[in-house]
């Protein structure tokens, strides 16, 4: 297994994701491309002290772009929408990232 911290990246912090949060008791976070979901339950459980009820991953291809004459394109992400238990809940304002 690897390390939890190359599994997450960093939380994934929009208005959809905080409505995930209030919600539904959902956390968006971005991790690592070739992370599966039993590393990302596991990894998540062992960052913050919580019990994942259930993990869905989505990879996101990046948007090509122009500047200029120049065409580049913006990098590949994967998140990760993770389920906690109703009675578990995480802050990522305070300070844990």
């Known amino acids: 297994m690897r390390d939890i911290y190359s599994v997450i990246k960093a939380p994934h912090i929009t208005e959809k994701a905080t409505f995930h949060k209030e919600m539904a008791n959902q956390i968006v976070v971005s991790v ?34 122009r500047m200029g004459r120049f065409i580049g394109k913006r990098p590949d992400v994967k998140k990760a929408i993770v389920k906690l238990r109703p009675e578990d809940t995480i802050d990522f304002f305070s300070g844990v990232f």
């Not at 491309?33 to 996101?60: D, G, H, R, Y």
């Open 32 to 65: 690592d491309k070739t992370a599966n979901k039993i590393e990302i339950k596991e990894a998540v459980e062992k960052m913050f002290k919580v019990k994942v009820v259930s993990v869905n991953t989505l990879k996101i291809t990046g948007k090509p772009k």
